[in-house]
C-alpha cells in the first residue's frame, strides 16, 4: 500500500510535512521519502524504515531540511519521492499505484524513445519512475498527469512538486483517496484525512475521481474536471484505514461499529465475551457487542513498544512467527471462556489459526470467529493489499479447489460460492472451519457490510470479494 502527504506554505513547511507524512506511517512499511523546495532549490531524502521508525530515520532530516513546499510519502515497495529533470524542467514525484499493465507501457515507451529504466533491487522497474516516464511523453504536465491516470491499468493517485506548486491527480475511478486540508498559511494535501487535524488545517476538498489540480500559495485550482466513475476500495473501511480517517465523508471507525452491529444482528451464538484481533478487529468487536450485549472484552494484547510491526519481515513464516509473539495473553480472560473472536478479514488464514491454538493454549473453552467482511476470492487487481503471486494463498480458493477437485475452477462455478445462500458456500465456510479448527465460522455478508458503509453500492469497489469491476 502506501501514502502521501504534501505542503504548500507561506512559511517553512517542515514541520508540518515531517509529521503529516509520519501519519501515514500504517500504510507502508519498507520505504519513506520526503522532497522540499525553498530558497536553495530542491533537497531530498529517502530511507528504509523496515527497521525502525519514520521519525527515528528522519530525525537530522527534521532539523536541516528546510522550504516553503514539500512532499513526502511512507511507501510498502518502492524508493520515492523521485526527482525528475525532464523537458517539464525539475519537479518531484510521489504515487500511490498499482500498474498491472507495466510490462506494456515500458515496451510502447521504448518503441517511443524511452532510453532506459534504472531497475529496482528485485529486477522490477520503480512504478512512480514508469509515471513520470508516461507523463513525459506529453507537452505540458496536466496532460501528462491525465495521460498516466488513463494508461494505467489498476489504479494511480499522483502528487507531483515542481518550483511553482503542487499538481495533484486521483486516480481515475477514484480507488484511492485524495483531500485537501486549508489553515490560514497554507495548503496541504493528504491520503488520510486525520493526518492534518492535529496540524491546524481545516477540510477543504476531497478531490473526486480522475480530478488534477494545482495546489500554490494562491490558491487551489481546478486543472482537469471529475469523472463520474467512483469505485473506492470498500476495504478502506475494513481494513487499512485508520480509525480517525474518513472517506466521501464516511469514518472508518463508524463504519466499522456498524459493520459488527450488522453481524450481531444475524449470529445466534452465545460466548461469554466478545473480542477483536488488535487492532484492526476491535472496533468491529464493539459494535458487535453492543448490538449483542455480549460483553467486549480484551483476552490479549498486543505488546507494541519497540516491536517489530507483524508484516516487516519479507519471508513469511518470520511474519508469522512474530505476529504470534506479538500476542500477550491475559489468563483470567481466557480460561474456561467461550470467546467470539472478531478480525477484519482471513487471507491465508494462517495467522489467525495460531491465534486461536494459542488461545485454546491459554485455557479457552471456546474460540467462534467472525471475519467482518465476506470471504476473500479474488486478489486484489487495484491496491497494493498482498504482493502474493498466486489466488491459491487464499485459504477460500484452496477449500474451494478440494471441494471440486480441480485447480481449474471456472468462474461460473467460483460465483456459486460468492453466494451466502447457496450449499456451496456453506461447504465451503465448513472446510474453512475444520482447517483453521475454530469452533464456528460465520463471515460478514457483502451486503451488510456495504450496508455499514452507507454510500452507493455502485460507487464502492467489491472486486476482492464477488470479481465483479
Known amino acids: 500500500m502506501g501514502g502521501f502527504f504534501g505542503v504548500v506554505s507561506k512559511e517553512d513547511c517542515m514541520f508540518d510535512l515531517f509529521f503529516g507524512t509520519d501519519y501515514h506511517s500504517h500504510l507502508g512499511t519498507r520505504r519513506a521519502g520526503l522532497v522540499v523546495y525553498g530558497d536553495k532549490g530542491f533537497d531530498r531524502a529517502i530511507h528504509n524504515i523496515e527497521n525502525s521508525p519514520f521519525r527515528t530515520k528522519f530525525d537530522k532530516d527534521f532539523n536541516k531540511m528546510h522550504g516553503h513546499m514539500g512532499i513526502g510519502c511512507i511507501s510498502d515497495y518502492e524508493p520515492q519521492p523521485l526527482m525528475v529533470r525532464s523537458h517539464h524542467g525539475t519537479y518531484a514525484i510521489t504515487t500511490v499505484s498499482k500498474i498491472n499493465n507495466a510490462d506494456e507501457i515500458v515496451e510502447s515507451l521504448f518503441a517511443n524513445g524511452n532510453s532506459h529504466f534504472l531497475e529496482m533491487s528485485g529486477g522490477d522497474i520503480n512504478p512512480t519512475e514508469l509515471v513520470a516516464a508516461m507523463i513525459n511523453q506529453k507537452e505540458n504536465l496536466i496532460d501528462g498527469i491525465n495521460h498516466a491516470l488513463d494508461l494505467v491499468d489498476g489504479s494511480l493517485s499522483i502528487m507531483l512538486m515542481t518550483n511553482k506548486g503542487i499538481y495533484v491527480g486521483r486516480d481515475k475511478h477514484g480507488r484511492t483517496p485524495v483531500v485537501i486540508g486549508k489553515k490560514e498559511e497554507g495548503y496541504c494535501i493528504t491520503f488520510e484525512d486525520f493526518a492534518y487535524r492535529n496540524l491546524g488545517y481545516d477540510d477543504y476538498k476531497e478531490l473526486a475521481p480522475g480530478e488534477i489540480v494545482v495546489v500554490t500559495n494562491e490558491g487551489v485550482k481546478t486543472l482537469m474536471t471529475a469523472g463520474k466513475n467512483m469505485k473506492i476500495c470498500t476495504f478502506l473501511w475494513v ?155 487464499l485459504i477460500s480458493r484452496r477449500m474451494i479447489c478440494k471441494l471440486e477437485g480441480t485447480d481449474d475452477v471456472s468462474d461460473e462455478v467460483l460465483q456459486e460460492y460468492t453466494n451466502p445462500e447457496s450449499p456451496k458456500y456453506d461447504q465451503m465456510v465448513e472446510e474453512i472451519r475444520k482447517e483453521l479448527n475454530f469452533t464456528s465460522l460465520r463471515y460478514n455478508r457483502l451486503d451488510d457490510m456495504l450496508e455499514a458503509v452507507g454510500i452507493p453500492v455502485e460507487n464502492l469497489c467489491t472486486y476482492c470479494w464477488d470479481g465483479k469491476e
Open 239 to 393: 481494513y487499512y484505514g485508520y480509525p480517525s480517517s474518513s472517506y466521501e465523508g464516511i469514518s472508518v471507525e463508524q463504519m466499522r461499529y456498524n459493520c459488527g452491529a450488522r453481524m450481531a444482528q444475524r449470529d445466534n451464538v452465545k460466548p461469554d465475551i466478545v473480542a477483536g484481533v488488535p487492532d484492526s478487529g476491535l472496533a468491529h468487536a464493539i459494535g458487535y457487542s453492543n448490538a449483542s450485549g455480549i460483553p467486549f472484552s480484551r483476552p490479549f494484547i498486543k505488546y507494541t513498544p519497540t516491536w517489530s510491526r507483524s508484516f516487516m519481515p519479507t519471508i513469511q513464516s518470520k511474519r508469522e512467527h512474530i505476529a504470534k509473539m506479538k500476542l500477550i495473553a491475559v489468563h483470567d480472560l481466557i480460561k474456561d471462556k467461550s470467546l467470539l473472536l472478531i478480525d477484519d478479514s482471513i487471507v491465508r488464514g494462517t495467522q489467525l489459526s495460531e491465534t486461536t491454538e494459542f488461545l485454546y493454549a491459554s485455557g479457552a473453552k471456546e474460540v467462534h470467529i467472525r471475519p467482518a467482511c465476506p470471504p476473500i476470492m479474488y486478489g486484489c487487481k487495484y491496491l497494493n493489499f498482498s504482493r502474493s503471486t498466486s489466488e491459491m494463498d
